[in-house]
């Protein structure tokens, strides 16, 4: 990787923290459940320019909602470390396998968030202390969460080619 790659890199991977970071603060009330966005970045980082980025983007940039929830969970961090990390995993893997590409992009997110699924119940249950019904809500909403960020990063990957501006 180039020195102006490696820069565009970072500076791809910096403003995607801060907007998911934005994104924290931002709650969408549904009735008895509350959305979060600040996995879209993460989701888009980790279809867009790899693991890593997406890594690196579900750990700084979650720091903000993570602390913000009504009891705040710094697990949520690494939760979305590995649910970048691993969506960029899984999209590497399958981007090939359809000319439809929202298929391998729905299919990587929910992969990654199989994956996922015994981080956010063992960090919630048995270090934060959550009752098993409420951590299975959470997953619910999660799963519903990282679907919407699937698709929406889907619409901007159809239409932005990221790797050209990387």
């Known amino acids: 990787m180039s020195k102006p790659a490696k820069t565009r890199f970072v500076a791809f991977v910096a403003a995607m923290s801060a907007l998911s970071n934005a994104l924290g603060l931002l709650v969408i009330p549904t009735g008895f459940v509350t959305l979060h966005l600040a996995q879209l970045p993460v989701v888009f980082s980790g279809l867009a320019a790899g693991s890593v980025a997406g890594g690196l983007v579900g750990f700084f940039g979650t720091f903000v909602m993570a602390f913000t929830l009504a009891r705040p969970n710094p697990y949520v961090i690494g939760g979305n470390a590995i649910l970048g990390f691993l969506t960029g995993v899984f999209y590497l893997r399958i981007k090939g396998m359809s000319n439809r590409l929202i298929l391998p992009h729905m299919i990587s997110v929910a992969l990654a968030y199989v994956v996922q699924i015994p981080y956010v119940y063992v960090t919630d249950v048995y270090l934060m202390g959550m009752p098993n019904l409420v951590v299975v809500?959470?997953?619910?909403?999660?799963?519903?969460?990282?679907?919407?960020?699937?698709?929406?990063?889907?619409?901007?990957?159809?239409?932005?080619?990221?790797?050209?501006?990387?």
């Not at 909403?141 to 501006?165: C, G, K, T, W």
């Open 137 to 166: 809500g959470i997953l619910s909403v999660l799963f519903i969460e990282d679907l919407i960020s699937a698709l929406i990063s889907h619409v901007i990957l159809y239409r932005v080619d990221v790797h050209a501006l990387l």
